[in-house]
């Protein structure tokens, strides 16, 4: 018996959300045929066997079970490894109900997996693995928004960490610019590629254009020196230095300083105020780039870590 994914109306919902979040047309176009993904190519899996986007492609399946048995053989996986065991790897916040595995000819594996959480569908995960390259590549992860804040993506992380570790990958990528992946992923050591690094200057500097004077002042008082922020900001903002994104996204204005948030109202109601941006969020909010994380730097990794365990 197969299930069609993503029927449920609070997924559909989110995605219309996400869908509008995003003011770049080509964005919205590609967000658009991700919705058409999951339906076209995920089925159930039956555990314990490689699938095919449809019962029908039997030389499909069996071409993959052999490309699989390869990574086996050249060590790139561990033998005791299935393809229901790589699957519930990137699963572990709840039960994977549909899962499809594909090993491409040249090596890299891909793999896309859905997980609930009782009924509820809780999150879609697709991760790329490059077993030759030692790179893994976070291509793309939702969480049902009446999930997010809590520790579900830590656990996927710490997950995917162990995984990584186990087949002997040094590195993860990922796009960075999703809602506010451009301001988060720092937080946890990834890094812009040097090409993107001068766009995300642009972007610094064109929210730095925007703060209040006020904020500006207080952060300047703070630190008793005129213009502190902005010789601040110009020396992060090295072309040279992509690393500076970390201590981008540490700034902070003294809690004086902040502007509260404006009360929004739903339906005439007075709707709860969010809770005030933190300086290198805004500097950082609306910046879009490639990056990576090397596991083998031990600050990298320890900056994951701490992510990881810290108490939410």
Request: glycine share 6%; with cysteine.
């Amino acid at each position: 018996m197969t299930e069609r994914l993503f029927t449920s109306w609070h997924l559909l919902l989110f995605y219309w959300r996400e869908f509008w979040l995003f003011r770049s047309p080509a964005t919205r176009w590609s967000l658009a045929l991700l919705f058409l993904l999951p339906w076209i190519s995920l089925r159930r899996v039956d555990y314990g066997r490689m699938h095919a986007p449809h019962g029908l492609f039997s030389g499909y399946r069996t071409r993959q079970q052999a490309r699989f048995a390869g990574l086996i053989q050249s060590g790139h996986l561990p033998a005791a490894m299935s393809p229901d065991e790589l699957a519930a790897a990137f699963a572990p916040a709840a039960a994977p109900c549909a899962a499809r595995i594909h090993v491409a000819a040249d090596g890299r594996l891909s793999c896309k997996v859905v997980a609930k959480r009782g009924r509820r569908h809780l999150y879609y995960c697709h991760r790329t693995l490059d077993l030759d390259r030692k790179v893994a590549r976070h291509d793309y992860l939702v969480i049902h928004p009446r999930y997010r804040g809590g520790d579900d993506l830590k656990t996927i992380l710490s997950a995917s960490l162990s995984l990584y570790d186990q087949v002997g990958l040094h590195t993860i990528e990922l796009t960075a610019g999703l809602s506010v992946g451009g301001s988060f992923w720092p937080k946890l050591g990834f890094v812009p590629d040097a090409a993107d690094w001068p766009a995300v200057i642009a972007t610094v500097k064109r929210n730095y254009a925007a703060l209040a004077p006020d904020e500006i002042e207080a952060f300047d008082r703070q630190h008793g020196k005129a213009n502190a922020l902005h010789d601040l900001v110009e020396q992060l903002c090295d072309p040279e230095r992509p690393l500076n994104i970390r201590q981008l996204r540490e700034l902070r204005l003294p809690a004086a300083a902040v502007a509260p948030t404006p009360v929004k109202r739903w339906f005439g109601l007075p709707m709860k105020p969010r809770k005030p941006l933190q300086l290198g969020i805004r500097l950082l909010s609306g910046s879009r780039w490639h990056g990576s994380l090397d596991l083998l730097d031990t600050s990298s990794r320890q900056r994951l870590e701490r992510y990881i365990t810290a108490e939410h």
